[in-house]
């Protein structure tokens, strides 16, 4: 693939000789050019330089402009304050790059790779068995995905981890009480069903754990003899006992089929191969121990296995460790995490371990990580970041929760969020002549859409308000703006007849087509910086201020008019154009859907 050379860059380096050029001595002299709304472009490298030179920077810049050559690249350049250089570039070289862009044979829009691609492994989508996804499982999901999509398409090299809560002492007290209740779950999961039988959805699987689940606690908290026997399964499972163990995979294969069907509603691919739970790293654990032991990162302290930390203190100024092994036997998360890491590192050969994670949930990853480090399996190299996310809140400002006080479930979110979109995909149907079926494809696609956007357009570690009212709204910086601007555009190539999307760089800009163009500009670069810093909320800001260039244009610049001449027509089609593509490809990498009618 031949990626496109960005205006940015092209005037970065002709800027730049002409500042070598122009300094008493050869140095290392970068412009620092960046976008202005004085000019295209401004370059304040000038004054830091001029005072390592010991010379005037007003003299430098002037000096600097003399060497530029313009005309083909660069329009005026002029000095500006006390050193400042104002560049505006031709007309002919923002269509011939953004043409250039347009007719990329892969179909990239030009947007170049990875320099030094490597590997990484993200884990995101943690939901636990036998219990129903809520609405704090939304933002790992919508965030790992979105992440993901994007470090892929710049050529990242991206291994998906679900790292599912799938082990532990729950599961000795489901599986005793079924053992002793084996008509508790009298239907069939969908693993069990044969051809022709009645396949169980998602939701009745779930159903049928949750009923399963309060009824164990309930007599778990209330007979202690059960609750030895509960425990006692716990080693059963440890152990491997085929029974045991046999039970366990029921209760996974349930929670699973509820998995799938949440996520698919998401308009999220989690595959099966990419689920591996708490229970995928038991037999590294022992291991795990003895590692760091022998490596005197852990130590034991009153009967546990502990690493300790100067600056990681209770309230009492006492140390708080991290428990890797606690004294009864049992393995903390410490452990799971830390063999997690083993794995990820010598046999995935990862370079970048990214963690999507809860931000309350810092202080363990810090710990862990810190203990990867001593340990020797994190390093320069090898790194690992935890992406820390915030808080869904209610319009109240509050965590988000039911009129009743309970926890939101994440199917119940989607549904409503649903129901809102249809009623306005509805409302506007008439006018482009939907049919049912594509006012209800239409309306998941926006509800699921207008979701998806509020979380991402937001920066993942600050807490955001949940306010479907304002999400599927047609104002605004939502979704459902991007989504009527692709399709608007869509409908004017549709009525564009025998016009075609064509270039034509011999044209005169407007200042609306200006600023559009040099915004569609950015989009490589954007997306190298967004993949670099994990900045999803980033790429949803460019596309809301994209389509605002979009709508400005709309106004100044009408596309279709038997008043305009033919290559005025085919250059404005061709405007719009890129602009859908680049919204349909961005807004694809967020993991939202762009109907072309709407």
Known sequence: MASVTSLTAHVHQRLTAALTAALPEPTAADPLLRRSDRADFQANGILALAKKAKANPRDLATRVVDQVVKGDLIEDIEVSGPGFL???VTDRAITETLAARATDPAERLGVPLLDHPGTTVIDYAQPNV????HVGHLRSAVIGDAVTQI??????????????????????????????????????????????????????????LNRLYKAARTHFDSDEEFKTRARRRVVDLQAGDP????????????????FFSVFEKLDMEIRDADIVGESGYNDMLDETCRLLEEAGVAQWSEGALCVFFDDVKGPDGNPVPLIVKKSDGGYGYAA?????????????KADTLLY???????????????????AGWLNEETKAQQLAFGTVLGKDGKPFKTREGETVRLVDLLDEAIDRATTVVREKAGKVG????????????????AVKYADLSTSAVRDYKFDLDQMVSLNGDTSVYLQYAYARIQSIL?????????????????????ALGLHLDQFGELLLDVAAGYEPHKLASYLYQLASHLTTFYDQCQVLSDANPKEVVENRLFLVDLTARTLHQGMALLGIRTPDRL
């Open 243 to 258: 029974a045991t163990l046999a039970t366990w995979q029921r209760f996974v294969d349930e929670s699973k089929v509820y």
């Open 356 to 374: 999507v994670v809860d931000a309350r949930q810092s202080l363990h990853f810090k710990m862990v990580f810190e203990t990867a480090r001593r």
């Open 494 to 514: 549709r009525k564009a007849g025998e016009a075609r999307p064509l270039a034509h760089p011999e044209l005169a800009l407007a200042p609306a087509e200006r």
């Open 336 to 348: 799971t995490d830390l063999s997690a890491i083993r794995n990820r590192v010598f046999d995935l």
């Open 151 to 208: 470090l892929e398409f710049v050529g990242e090299s991206v291994v998906r981890r679900h790292h599912i809560g799938d082990w532990g002492t729950q599961f000795g007290m489901l599986i005793q009480y079924l053992d002793e209740h084996p008509h508790e779950l009298d239907r069939r999961s969908a693993a069990e069903d044969t051809e022709g039988g009645t396949t169980e959805t998602g939701e009745e699987a779930m159903s049928n």
């Open 434 to 449: 939907l049919t049912e079926e594509e006012i209800v494809g239409n309306g998941r696609f926006v509800g699921v859409g």
């Open 130 to 133: 036998a219990k129903e996804m």
């Open 86 to 88: 104002n560049i505006t």
